[in-house]
């Protein structure tokens, strides 16, 4: 239940901050904050998928808060029907709003959103295994996952705006 709350409160920041919710920017919100702020990775597990790092956890999670008539999903849109405060202003509500707001930009598009969630997935494998992590290694890996549907200019400015972000970066 705390998990189904802590979801919960992220996307009333989100809201509260008149960012577009869309169920794949909710994935990625909670994957950067998985990677990048490990104490609250809500123990969902992400796999590369279709449109990047996917949850099936997460998505059960929202049609849970659906369910219970917190949130209503129309296609990919997410519409908050309550308009709750923010439950705290903890490190994690900071973590959100001063780091990961500013990383989505209001006029990233469906694709965008997807590369940046897969250039972090794509650091952060290199990182595990103990790869050479540099731009031309992070555009090898996400042309591994998702072919030629990213030139090297897009992959690179999605690079640019993650690895800041990323510990030893």
């Known amino acids: ?31 950067f904050i998985k990677e990048l702020y490990p104490n609250h990775g809500f123990g969902y597990r992400f796999e590369m998928y279709k449109y990047g790092p996917y949850s099936h956890e ?34 994690l509500t900071s973590f959100v709003v001063n780091t990961l707001l500013p990383l989505f930009k209001d006029n990233d598009d469906f694709n965008t959103i997807e590369l940046l969630g897969t250039v972090l997935y794509c650091i952060k494998a290199l990182q595990e295994n103990g790869l050479e992590l540099n731009k031309e290694s992070v555009i090898q890996e996400v042309k591994g996952w998702k072919g030629a549907k990213y030139d090297d200019t897009k992959i690179l400015e999605a690079y640019d705006r993650v690895i800041d972000l990323v510990d030893g970066g």
């Open 1 to 31: 239940m705390e998990r189904l709350n802590v979801l919960k409160n992220i996307i009333t920041i989100l809201k509260k901050k008149d960012i577009k919710l869309s169920k794949i920017l909710i994935q990625k919100v909670i994957f």
């Open 58 to 91: 997460l998505s059960s999670d929202l049609d849970i808060l659906k369910i219970q008539g917190e949130i209503d999903i129309k296609g990919n849109e997410i519409l908050i029907n309550n308009d709750n405060d923010v439950i705290d202003n903890n490190s």
